[in-house]
């Protein structure tokens, strides 16, 4: 596979992530009330919709970067609080890494995605530990990598990578929260499940089931 996502595949996990942070934006809000301000899935919702109006505009742009930088762009003027400035990073930071291309092979993917994660890294001013999306993000990208590298299949490297974003995510419940406004609540923060981790590894989980099998979700 030297070509791994092009333009249609881009706009499809996208649209996949959205219909997913939308089917879970009960429980995303839920989690967040425990420790947060209670609007993590509504708002990130909110975001991904107007993510989706972008995609559906004849004007979008058709290269990776440009879609990516739109998606950045959108969710950093729709979502709320702390999300929508690392997840528009995220994806600005990815945009940046892609480039005006059409496609990106499993190396360029991952690139991108690293990208993505020193972004969210500079912006948060988290570590992995700290009870945040990056406990799911920073394994999701450590492992594709190393996936890519020991010569694992693109498949199998990205599904890995998805495992392993609901592997930090499942590992933030016994956490205490060391950032954000959840480390306010102190010692009451362990036992809950992380939001942000919880819709990052949605999103992988959403990159693999579309970058293998090519199912969307275009209900969305």
Request: hydrophobic share 45%; aromatic share 4%.
């Amino acid at each position: 596979m030297s070509e791994i996502v092009d333009v249609t595949t881009l706009r499809n996990w996208l649209i996949r992530f959205a219909g997913d942070v939308e089917e879970f934006s009960a429980l995303l809000t839920e989690l967040d009330s425990a420790i947060g301000d209670a609007d993590h899935g509504s708002n990130l919702a909110r975001g991904m919709k107007a993510v989706v109006s972008v995609l559906a505009d004849d004007s979008t742009p058709d290269s990776i970067g440009p879609i990516l930088k739109q998606t950045g762009m959108a969710l950093v003027s729709t979502v709320g609080g702390a999300s929508g400035p690392l997840y528009g990073t995220f994806f600005l930071r990815m945009a940046a890494s892609a480039g005006d291309c059409d496609a990106l092979g499993p190396d360029s993917l991952a690139e991108a995605f690293r990208a993505g994660l020193e972004g969210v890294l500079t912006r948060g001013k988290a570590s992995a530990g700290d009870k945040t999306m990056l406990d799911a993000l920073i394994p999701a990208v450590e492992t594709l990598e190393s996936s890519l590298a020991s010569g694992r299949p693109f498949d199998e490297a990205i599904r890995a990578g998805a495992d392993a974003a609901e592997a930090g995510r499942d590992a933030t419940t016994p956490m205490l929260a060391r950032q954000g406004r959840a480390s306010y609540l102190g010692e009451r923060t362990v036992g809950h499940q992380d939001p942000g981790a919880t819709s990052m590894a949605l999103l992988f989980r959403a990159a693999a089931n579309t970058m293998i099998d090519g199912e969307d979700d275009s209900a969305a």
